[in-house]
T-cell receptor, first 108, second 116 residues
Framework: LAKTTQPISMDSYEGQEVNITCSHNNIATNDYITWYQQFPSQGPRFIIQGYKTKVTNEVASLFIPADRKSSTLSLPRVSLSDTAVYYCLDTGRRALTFGSGTRLQVQP | DTAVSQTPKYLVTQMGNDKSIKCEQNLGHDTMYWYKQDSKKFLKIMFSYNNKELIINETVPNRFSPKSPDKAHLNLHINSLELGDSAVYFC???????????????FGPGTRLTVT
């Protein structure tokens, strides 16, 4: 049973900023928040990970509030190639549990 | 070079047969995993091995048996295949054990198993 909750799907247009929010209502103190991306017919790919506040890499930004009950993945200026399923996870020292993910569809 | 590779990419077989899926990683990671992604796209962990030792064994039928000849390989053997075993199976690896910081998992391309 997934421990996180996120929207099933989102639509956007090329060039827009996309924010995907995830609820982490059962996150443990030692857990990190991790996001993965999965393209059709491929395995998931690590995007970004954080514990609290803001983390930024070349692909995305991750915002985590002080209570860590939610997280927001921000994708700047999406392109058609960002169409994929995005998963948020609580990662602790136990098996990873993937939820249903958010299917992002980017339109031209 | 492919970091995590799986063979075969597609596998079509009949009920009752025994089949194996092979996985190899060239990243020098200590931990390897098998996941199953069903038709509803839920990705569930099946097994995890750390340095050739089983550390996670989720509730999967005994027909599924992982085998790790060395820490770069984790093969999945399935006996007496059933229709419900049809899914995409992903192998993955990471440097650390399950969870925790820096547990970035690298996934293979998947093996689509179809049981008829």
């Amino acid at each position: 049973l997934a421990k996180t909750t996120q929207p099933i799907s989102m639509d956007s247009y090329e060039g827009q900023e996309v924010n995907i929010t995830c609820s982490h209502n059962n996150i443990a103190t030692n857990d990190y928040i991790t996001w993965y991306q999965q393209f059709p017919s491929q395995g998931p790919r690590f995007i970004i990970q954080g514990y609290k506040t803001k983390v930024t890499n070349e692909v995305a930004s991750l915002f985590i509030p002080a209570d860590r009950k939610s997280s927001t993945l921000s994708l700047p200026r999406v392109s058609l190639s960002d169409t994929a399923v995005y998963y948020c996870l609580d990662t602790g020292r136990r098996a990873l549990t993937f939820g249903s993910g958010t299917r992002l569809q980017v339109q031209p | 070079d492919t970091a995590v590779s799986q063979t075969p990419k597609y596998l079509v077989t009949q009920m009752g047969n025994d089949k194996s899926i092979k996985c190899e990683q060239n990243l020098g990671h200590d931990t390897m995993y098998w996941y199953k992604q069903d038709s509803k796209k839920f990705l569930k962990i099946m097994f995890s091995y750390n340095n050739k030792e089983l550390i996670i064994n989720e509730t999967v039928p005994n027909r599924f048996s992982p085998k790790s000849p060395d820490k770069a390989h984790l093969n999945l053997h399935i006996n007496s295949l059933e229709l419900g075993d049809s899914a995409v199976y992903f192998c993955a690896s990471s440097q650390d054990g399950a969870g925790g910081r820096a547990n970035e998992q690298y996934f293979g391309p998947g093996t689509r198993l179809t049981v008829t």
